[in-house]
């Protein structure tokens, strides 16, 4: 599958089937992140993948009960954790050098959404979570000071069929020569 193929025809799958993912194509998904371009090439992404039900069962407890990845966080056969080492991305010798701050999100974005379309065009689904309990998913997975878990998805084979989520008009979203033209 190209890229753009992979771009059109993502989405987020919150059903899986039980059966494994394979030891190949989770390294390859992997090395898919680790390929992200990153400031200054500091690669500040870590990345935790839980495959022990209770593991799982328990960073399924750190989302709310309303979110709709709740149930695919304990079914999956795995899961997988993205974590950032802070301070690194956006500083230099310890300075913050823009009016963003940390960078650290859009670095574990990069690397995160190259493993999501390296996931989907193996066949295997993934959702994005970040509304859930980061503090308590760092403390049982052990994530040491200096780092922070930023998102998780589950991984596997979907056990369902989405229909695209609508998106903006390119002409609400891109502007030339000047904001609003
Ligand atoms: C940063 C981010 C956080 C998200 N968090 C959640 C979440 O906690 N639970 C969930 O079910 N979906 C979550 N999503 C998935 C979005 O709802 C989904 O990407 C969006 O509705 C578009 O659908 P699509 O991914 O199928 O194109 C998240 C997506 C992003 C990018």
């Keep these: 599958m190209d890229v753009l193929e992979?771009?059109?025809t993502r989405r987020s799958i919150r059903k899986y089937r039980t059966d494994p993912v394979d030891d190949k194509a989770l390294e390859q998904v992997l090395e898919a992140a680790r390929q992200a371009p990153s400031w200054a090439n500091t690669q500040c992404w870590r990345?935790?993948?839980v495959r022990d039900s209770a593991t799982k069962g328990k960073l399924s407890d750190t989302l709310?009960?309303?979110n709709p990845a709740r149930d695919a966080m304990r079914n999956a056969p795995l899961?997988?954790?993205a974590c950032a080492q802070l301070g690194k991305a956006g500083l230099k010798e310890?300075?913050?050098r823009t009016d963003k701050g940390d960078w650290f999100m859009f670095d574990v974005a990069l690397a995160m959404h190259n493993l999501v379309l390296a996931a989907h065009s193996l066949g295997l689904g993934t959702v994005y979570v970040g509304l859930f309990d980061a503090k308590e998913a760092a403390r049982i997975l052990a994530v040491p000071e200096g780092y922070c878990v930023v998102a998780m998805t589950p991984l596997g084979h979907p056990a369902e069929v989405k229909d695209a989520r609508p998106r903006k008009e390119l002409s609400e979203i891109v502007f030339y020569d000047r904001?609003?033209?």
């Design 64 to 66: 709310s009960e309303t």
């Design 79 to 81: 899961v997988i954790v």
């Design 6 to 8: 992979a771009i059109r």
């Design 179 to 181: 904001w609003g033209a």
């Design 94 to 96: 310890g300075q913050v």
């Design 47 to 49: 990345f935790v993948v």
